[in-house]
């Protein structure tokens, strides 16, 4: 079954229960993949290192349908990766394993076109809505504390605060120079549980 639209995401966790040390995202329209292929392709970062055993990892994927004035299909495929690999070239080889497979993928996919996200308001925008579904910060307490364009990869980097002090980076990017993937993570990372997994008191 191939799904109107889908959602590819890596997060990389200390417990599969917190909040992310950081997330890969893109989303793609009409991908000519199984379910089972892009769950195949998104095991494969897990062997990134090279050792003889993967890292720690819980991978899911769905289809669904919704009909609210009009009707579609939805994939979302979640990978998320243990953060207690190797540090250095480890953490290099994981990252560019994630951008590796999302490209494989995304050549599969309709070709959207990057020129719908061309200046930096929107992709500060993109960031924000990224920060907000991963980390449940509300938009308004995001303030941006610093950004920078790359005008030549057409890529933005941000940095936010938010209400409590804690902060965030994000980069939103074409891949391929077609479609928008984003990368957030939370700088001076603390193991937090996600609302749904605190215990009474918590």
């Not at 892009?38 to 769905?62: C, M, N, T």
């Not at 995304?106 to 959207?112: G, L, N, Q, T």
């Not at 996200?117 to 449940?136: C, F, G, P």
Request: negative net charge.
């Amino acid at each position: 079954m191939q799904a109107q639209e889908s959602r590819v995401t890596v997060q990389i966790v200390s417990h599969p229960t917190a909040y992310p040390e950081e997330v890969w995202e893109v989303n793609l329209e009409h991908i000519s993949m199984s379910t089972e292929e892009i769950l195949d392709e998104l095991s494969k970062i897990a062997w990134a290192e090279g050792g003889e055993y993967p890292a720690h990892f819980v991978l899911r994927g769905q289809h669904g349908h919704h009909s609210w004035g009009a009707s579609g299909s939805f994939g979302e495929f979640v990978l998320q990766l243990s953060s207690g690999m190797g540090g250095g070239l480890g953490v290099v080889a994981v990252q560019a394993a994630i951008k590796s497979t999302f490209e494989k993928i995304r050549k599969r996919a309709a070709r959207d076109s990057w020129e719908n996200l061309a200046t930096e308001e929107e992709a500060q925008n993109v960031a924000r809505m990224k920060i907000n579904s991963h980390y449940d910060v509300a938009l308004d307490d995001l303030t941006l504390v610093g950004s920078d364009v790359d005008a030549q990869a057409a890529k933005y980097a941000f940095n936010f605060r938010d209400a409590q002090g804690r902060s965030f980076g994000a980069e939103v990017m074409p891949l391929e120079g077609i479609v928008c993937c984003s990368r957030i993570w939370m700088r001076n990372y603390e193991m937090t549980p996600r609302p749904e997994f605190r215990s009474e008191g918590e």
